[in-house]
């Protein structure tokens, strides 16, 4: 996770390899950038985690890993990748 390693948080491995389709869950404060949406599944290809860089609000995340998104100043950084469809 790039972005959050450049806002100084830092990138580690993570106890347990997401790849496939899985469900994320939205934090209270995603609620202006998700418009209401609680949960959604998400594509997933990574073994690694970040710490929230500092100034940065967490958005996502679910019971494998706990930072999946996070939106600091204008930047919004993703460790899932919304942009994958089933049929891609």
């Known amino acids: 996770m790039?972005?959050?390693r450049?806002?100084?948080g830092t990138?580690?491995?993570n106890p347990?390899?997401?790849i496939g389709w899985g469900t994320v869950e939205a934090?209270?404060?995603a609620a202006d950038w998700l418009g209401g949406t609680r949960s959604f599944e998400a594509f997933?290809?990574?073994g690694e985690t970040f710490s929230l860089p500092a100034g940065a609000t967490r958005l996502l995340g679910n019971t494998h890993c706990a930072n999946q998104a996070f939106v600091r100043?204008?930047?919004l950084a993703?460790?899932?990748h919304v942009e994958m469809t089933d049929s891609m």
Request: hydrophobic share 35%.
């Open 2 to 4: 790039s972005t959050a």
């Open 6 to 8: 450049a806002f100084g």
């Open 11 to 13: 990138v580690t491995r």
């Open 16 to 18: 347990v390899k997401e």
């Open 27 to 29: 934090t209270a404060d």
């Open 44 to 46: 997933h290809w990574h």
């Open 73 to 75: 100043g204008p930047h």
């Open 78 to 80: 993703m460790q899932c």
